[in-house]
């Protein structure tokens, strides 16, 4: 071969392991350019509790993160931890993903009490894509061995089966927890398997050390992870370790009647609410606080500190995970997404008719006890309403307090750092932001079955900054939920509270001037409620309504 030739074959050659080059590199598993996920799940954190949404709580790690990301004012929830969950962790209805009421397994579907076959859990379509995805904290979503997350889609699992636990010990919170489901009396799972609370250690702290390690323990490979702190804090009982309450003593002295008044007016100056906005209601159930003697007072307020202590230990260890990360040097490669799953809790199991005689048994509600692992105390309605303000009521109910939460998003597609989004978004559009987020499509089928379609939006619009919201007047957000229900379109919402649920019993309201739905349009507007009602007849055919013969428990 002469010179010309050796050159000429060179040249093809090149040319050749050019585009090999180019063709192998374009086949380069796309997870490694993925981004990495962090959820972060409060319990029962209130609407306005947050520092950065004008609470006077401390949450400086929360605050940083809302500096470096963006608040949503109208994100909505369900009224209830396992609904919430069902929601978020699918994209879809809570009917549509199973669980229609909180706790309640039936063969009718949409009650069947843990994730259906008819959607495709976050965890496992990220884990189909090759994320390392894991779960620290409350699960709720199933007690059976076929609903545990190990099979749900999550490599590496620590959870509380149910939706309430001691923050401290293994210490049972209900005379019929757990279900004997793994042979022994044990709240918890770890991998699928019986495991039990490591002595010594509290809740939030112990979550975060273990999420830590489940990050850590794949990190050389270079996928990207899924990692879910669904934390049990600031949920009941309050406990928390004395150093976190003792900050706030005496801050709280002046009632929640004041906290409440504090409150509406620090979230209007922080931009969360209108300025015009007023005060509903409180709860009938509520007693004036100056009606209270000098020992209810001192109890009362002493809720509110270990409450307080509880959401300050909180920021504490969402720190913690923040500067691992930092640390790791993946933080500017991880999308955070921090939110709470309801509105604030106004449960008080202690003096239930049913459980109320066991807790009374085996804890205490004493002053000198309250916080401890011995002690179980709820803030309830009166604290819960000023964790909730300028909204109606709190969780449970399916109004605006029982599922307007607090969320912020921070990382990679954020555009406007330190915003607020007053646009009207829900639970269901965190999946198919998630989805966008890693790049990867909502399958029609899965497992051989069809899968429901999302009901969510992607939020990228919003955090992008191309658009202001996502979802247009035309859009129609509903829940039912032991016997409560709503129904959302644009402005417009009807509300049902009564028992046994009846549709006449719906009121009507217009949010965008009555964010504390005081005033019912049943009557003065026949023709906006038959069109609501109307629309609820259609979504309760879509989604599978029903009201299931087997009566829920009360946790």
């Not at 397994?105 to 843990?114: H, K, L, N, P, S």
């Not at 049972?172 to 489901?181: A, G, K």
Request: proline share 6%; aromatic share 12%; hydrophobic share 35%.
């Amino acid at each position: 071969m002469n010179r010309t030739g050796y050159f000429r074959f060179f040249t093809v050659l090149t040319l050749f392991w050019s585009l090999f080059s180019c063709q192998e590199n374009s086949k380069q598993p796309e997870a490694e350019l993925r981004p990495n996920i962090l959820l972060i799940v409060a319990d029962d954190l209130g609407y306005a509790d947050l520092g950065s949404y004008g609470g006077d709580i401390e949450t400086p790690y929360l605050d940083q993160l809302a500096k470096e990301g963006i608040r949503f004012s109208r994100f909505h929830t369900a009224p209830y931890c396992a609904v919430s969950r069902a929601m978020m962790l699918s994209g879809n209805f809570n009917h549509v993903a199973g669980m229609g009421s909180q706790d309640l397994v039936t063969d009718v579907a949409g009650y069947e009490g843990m994730l259906s076959e008819r959607i495709v859990p976050v965890p496992e379509l990220l884990q189909s894509i090759g994320y390392h995805t894991y779960i620290t904290g409350k699960w709720h979503l199933g007690l059976t061995p076929e609903a545990n997350p190990a099979l749900k889609g999550f490599e590496k699992s620590f959870v509380t089966l149910e939706g309430g636990a001691n923050h401290f010990s293994n210490r049972l919170l209900f005379p019929d927890s757990p279900e004997l489901t793994y042979g022994h009396k044990s709240l918890y799972s770890e991998n699928g398997e019986k495991t039990d609370w490591p002595e010594g250690k509290y809740s939030t702290d112990f979550y975060t050390d273990k999420l830590i390690s489940y990050i850590d323990s794949n990190q050389e490979d270079g996928k990207p992870f899924f990692a879910f702190a669904a934390y049990t804090s600031p949920h009941w009982p309050l406990q928390v370790p004395e150093k976190y309450w003792k900050k706030y003593e005496g801050r709280f002295d002046a009632g929640y009647e004041k906290l409440r008044e504090r409150r509406l007016e620090s979230l209007k100056k922080a931009g969360m609410i209108p300025p015009n906005a007023k005060l509903p209601e409180p709860h009938p159930s509520i007693k004036p606080w100056e009606s209270l003697s000098a020992e209810e007072k001192a109890k009362e307020t002493r809720k509110m500190e270990i409450y307080a202590g509880m959401v300050d230990n909180l920021d504490e260890n969402i720190g913690r995970l923040i500067s691992h990360l930092k640390n790791k040097g993946v933080y500017e490669n991880t999308l955070i997404v921090f939110l709470a799953d309801n509105g604030a809790a106004a449960e008080d199991f202690y003096y239930h008719e049913a459980f109320g005689p066991y807790i009374q048994e085996h804890y205490s509600d004493a002053l000198e006890e309250m916080g401890t692992e011995t002690s179980f105390i709820s803030y309830g309605p009166q604290w819960a309403e000023a964790g909730t303000a300028p909204f109606r009521y709190f969780k449970s109910y399916t109004t605006e307090g029982g599922m307007n939460a607090p969320m912020i998003i921070s990382g990679p597609g954020v555009k406007y750092k330190g915003s607020i989004s007053n646009a009207f978004v829900t639970i269901m559009d965190l999946a198919p932001t998630l989805y966008q987020d890693a790049k990867v499509e909502y399958p029609k089928t899965w497992n051989g079955k069809n899968i429901t379609p999302l009901a969510g939006s992607s939020l990228y619009p919003i955090l992008s900054g191309n658009e202001d919201r996502i979802h247009d007047s035309t859009y129609v957000f509903g829940l039912e939920h032991r016997e409560r229900g709503m129904l959302r379109k644009g402005n417009w919402k009807i509300v049902n509270l009564e028992k046994p649920f009846k549709k006449e019993n719906f009121q009507l309201f217009n949010i965008s001037n009555d964010l504390g739905e005081q005033e019912d349009l049943k009557d003065s507007l026949p023709i906006k409620f038959q069109e609501m009602i109307q629309e609820w007849d259609r979504f309760s055919e879509k989604v599978g309504i029903v009201i299931p013969t087997p009566k829920p428990s009360n946790h």
